[in-house]
Every structure is written in structure tokens, then in C-alpha cells.
């Protein structure tokens, strides 16, 4: 069975201290092509996400200068997150449950990554390839 660890065992966990502006995060996102960034504090604690959600709602739609405003003022809370140990049916589940696209990992009480809908989908994807490829070996087609 597949699990979070092994989702995200190959990829550099994305971060950005709290006292990074929306303008770095944006820029830090975009070069890594992802839609969310966990923000950590200088302890290297996990506090907030910042998605690019977050940069509409709380940055560009109030008119805010995105260089002159720390990700810690417009990140969002963390709501749920997932272990390593679960698998990505669960990650769905609680995505679907709390409305989000992105989930922080954790192993043990200490943040190792960022889980995506994309990572998801990509297991989901991959899944399916191997029962069809077994159906047609099972078939002989």
C-alpha cells in the first residue's frame, strides 16, 4: 500500500519564513510552479500556508503592496494536515472534508512536507495505469 512518505519521499519539502513578503512567496511559488507554500517560523515551525489564494483574497483584492506585507499577516491557519503514515485515499478524504487543495505533512509532530491534489491525482493516475495494464496482461489483448 502507498503512503504520504511515499508520495513525497523524492521532492524538496517548499517553505518560506513567516517574515517573507507576499511578493517572495509569489515569486518562490511561481519558480516552482506550485500553488501553495508552507511558512515557517524562525524555529523552523510550521505556522501557516500561503496559496495563491491567499495572495487574491488578502493581497490583491484589498490593494495591498505585495513587497511591503510579510506572508505571517496574510497566510492562512492550519486546519488539517497529514502523517506520512496515511495514504493518499485519506489525504482525499480530508481534502474534501475541510475544503482544501494543499495538506502539510507531518512525521511525528514535525512538518517534512507539502501534499498536493495534483499528488493525488498523479497516484490516482499511475493506479489505474497498473489495473489496465494488468487486465490486459490477465486478457491477453
Not at 15 to 40: F, K
Not at 77 to 85: L, P, W
Request: net charge negative; glycine share 6%.
Amino acid at each position: 500500500m502507498i503512503t504520504i512518505a511515499d508520495v513525497i519521499r523524492d521532492r524538496e519539502p517548499y517553505s518560506l519564513r513567516e517574515s517573507a513578503t507576499a511578493l517572495d512567496a509569489a515569486e518562490y511559488m511561481t519558480s516552482r510552479n506550485i500553488g501553495a507554500v508552507c511558512v515557517l517560523s524562525e524555529a523552523e515551525e510550521l505556522t501557516g500556508i500561503f496559496s495563491e489564494r491567499d495572495l487574491l483574497r488578502r493581497v490583491v483584492l484589498p490593494k495591498l503592496d505585495p513587497a511591503g506585507v510579510p506572508v505571517r499577516d496574510v497566510m492562512s491557519a492550519i486546519d488539517v494536515f497529514i502523517e506520512c503514515s496515511d495514504t493518499p485515499h485519506q489525504a482525499l478524504e480530508r481534502m474534501e472534508q475541510h475544503g482544501t487543495r494543499h495538506l502539510p505533512v507531518m512525521r511525528g509532530g514535525q512538518w517534512v512536507g507539502m501534499l498536493s491534489m495534483r499528488d493525488i491525482m498523479r497516484v490516482e493516475l499511475s493506479e489505474q495505469g497498473d489495473e489496465l495494464r494488468l487486465l490486459h496482461e490477465m486478457t491477453g489483448l
